[in-house]
């Protein structure tokens, strides 16, 4: 295989009617380490709508037990990518997820802000440091597969194109951004887990960490900004990075997020179905949309 070989296939498909495997190809052959750093940074993002990070903060998931609730979110995202929206862990992960979310009162407004960041951080990450931007088809592809995911969650009024995603995601954000005690205790933690990962270097890739924020973000959480001089060689060596990664030969089988070091809660395996909380339901929980039941969700 040649290095551009998986994007002359992804060419071949129509990313309407085979999103899943455009998208399986992106992310697990294509870009599995861009992917993995860019849905950690869309999901860090959420934090900076007050509304969102009081709630996090309520739940503790995020303070208390952070590596369970990151290994958690990356591993029922990870089982409906890679066994699809009609596999048995596939429906048993939106189900999960189903029941988390409705066990607390959050807006549609809220969910459909999430879930345009899954689709338009990593496309902006890869413009700017992946080693190729996202093709239209991948763009496409990646629109209707987190569409898909939105309707299994039951969220309404859906973007339908990558541009719709974006539009509203930069609205969203301009209106809501702001600053709060609670997101920031959020804030905190996820970094504090995320650079614990590296031991003694760990006060440089707190640093590295912050150089990839932009000015939005950092000000919602009253972050000192970064000196030009650290932002420019973070950004700098990310891109010389991209450019060794272009010269290599492409994946030829697809890495999961399962299969990263950074899921480190369950060395002996995991069952889906018993991933993520359980909080008391609210009358009005549950999957919005009918599934049979599997040995999985048992």
Request: proline share 6%; with cysteine; aromatic share 10%.
């Amino acid at each position: 295989m040649r290095r551009y070989d998986w994007l002359k296939e992804i060419r071949r498909l129509d990313p309407e009617r085979d999103f899943l495997t455009i998208y399986r190809i992106t992310a697990t052959r294509e870009f599995p380490w861009d992917i993995t750093r860019a849905l950690e940074l869309a999901l860090y993002r959420t934090y900076a709508v007050p509304r969102i990070g009081r709630l996090l903060a309520a739940t503790a998931e995020l303070t208390d037990r952070t590596q369970k609730r990151y290994d958690d979110t990356a591993l029922l995202l990870d089982a409906v990518l890679e066994h699809g929206f009609d596999g048995e862990d596939g429906r048993t992960a939106i189900r999960r997820i189903n029941q988390m979310h409705r066990s607390y009162d959050i807006s549609d407004e809220d969910m459909r802000y999430v879930l345009c960041t899954f689709v338009v951080v990593p496309k902006r990450w890869l413009d700017a440091y992946g080693w190729r931007p996202l093709s239209a088809h991948e763009r496409a592809a990646v629109a209707a597969y987190y569409r898909t995911l939105g309707r299994h969650m039951g969220i309404t009024e859906l973007p339908q194109t990558y541009e719709d995603f974006e539009r509203c995601l930069d609205s969203y954000e301009e209106a809501h951004f702001g600053w709060d005690e609670d997101a920031r205790r959020v804030s905190d933690a996820t970094l504090d887990l995320m650079v614990g990962w590296y031991g003694p270097l760990a006060p440089v890739v707190r640093g590295a960490s912050m150089a990839l924020l932009d000015d939005t973000l950092l000000d919602a959480f009253r972050y000192d900004r970064p000196k030009p001089a650290v932002r420019k060689a973070v950004r700098g060596a990310l891109k010389l990075r991209a450019r060794a990664v272009r010269l290599l030969p492409p994946r030829r089988t697809p890495h999961y997020a399962r299969q990263n070091p950074e899921i480190k809660g369950y060395p002996n395996g995991f069952r889906v179905a018993e991933l993520g909380t359980f909080p008391a339901a609210r009358r009005t929980g549950g999957c919005p949309v009918p599934h049979k039941e599997g040995p999985a969700a048992s």
